[in-house]
């Protein structure tokens, strides 16, 4: 199994609190030769539940009734795997901070809205053709993946017995960079939008890297003063909101372009 993967493709299935699965719903895919399984996404139509109820599924409990079924004894293999290999130290970590990067960056509700609105207004013409409209599907998700979804969600994973983090710090931050193209990581794991505004379970440390023709200068806080010149911070700090804030290197000369081959 690729395990960066699977970290990221269960930490997904948990914070959308998809109730089809995993007693159904799973694929998986491996290359030929020396290929490891990737798991696929597909159909989260139960994701969420009613709109009525997004917020008060519970998809770790959800997650651990489905282990075994009273009906012919059936057993949920999918269930036992993840519960055994969370006993991993190093795994369990990888998946806790692969949920808090699936929250608060991947599911950012700012973020959410606004690819929903642009799906939804590339729909919105070919639809009415057929007197329908997406708007509702539209507001059912930005109406659902808010920052109270997000704290739920985070709350839950927290007391869930399997996580290990009865007893972890949990802090607030937000994370972000002055730079696009430069790279932020928790952990380790990349933080794929390069902004982060959630919570993390310490210890954690953010890194920043610099790209070819840039110099990093340091960390800011919010009154834009700078705290640190080391590219790995501490998150356990009082700082909420970070800054990695990059230069560009006067002696190379941007962009590099090849003009002939």
Not at 30 to 35: K, Q
Not at 198 to 224: C, E, H, M, Q, S
Request: glycine share 6%; net charge negative; proline share 4%.
């Amino acid at each position: 199994v690729d395990i960066d993967e699977y970290a990221n493709y269960m930490a997904m299935e948990f914070y959308l609190a998809n109730e089809d699965w995993p007693r159904n719903n799973i694929k998986s895919f491996r290359h030929s030769g020396d290929g490891r399984y990737r798991f696929v996404v597909f159909d989260l139509d139960h994701a969420f539940g009613s709109p009525s109820q997004a917020t008060d599924i519970n998809p770790f409990s959800s997650f651990d009734s489905q282990e075994y079924y009273s009906d012919g004894g059936y057993k949920s293999v999918m269930v036992t795997i993840f519960h055994n290999m969370l006993n991993n130290n190093s795994f369990r970590k990888k998946f806790i901070d692969s949920y808090c990067i699936i929250a608060g960056s991947v599911y950012d509700p700012d973020r959410v809205r606004s690819i929903v609105d642009e799906l939804a207004a590339r729909a919105t013409q070919e639809m009415k053709i057929e007197g329908k409209s997406p708007q509702r599907d539209a507001n059912l998700i930005t109406g659902t993946i808010t920052a109270d979804y997000r704290t739920k969600r985070i709350n839950q994973l927290a007391n869930w017995s399997y996580s290990g983090l009865s007893g972890a710090t949990k802090v607030s931050r937000t994370i972000k960079t002055n730079l696009t193209q430069a790279v932020l990581t928790l952990n380790g794991l990349e933080i794929p939008t390069n902004k982060f505004v959630g919570d993390v379970f310490l210890p954690a440390k953010v890194k920043a890297t610099a790209p070819n023709g840039y110099t990093f200068v340091g960390w800011k806080n919010i009154r834009n003063n700078i705290i640190s010149t080391d590219p790995e911070y501490d998150l356990s700090g009082s700082n909420t909101t970070i800054t990695a804030y990059f230069v560009a290197d006067s002696e190379i000369e941007r962009p590099v372009r090849i003009n002939e081959v």
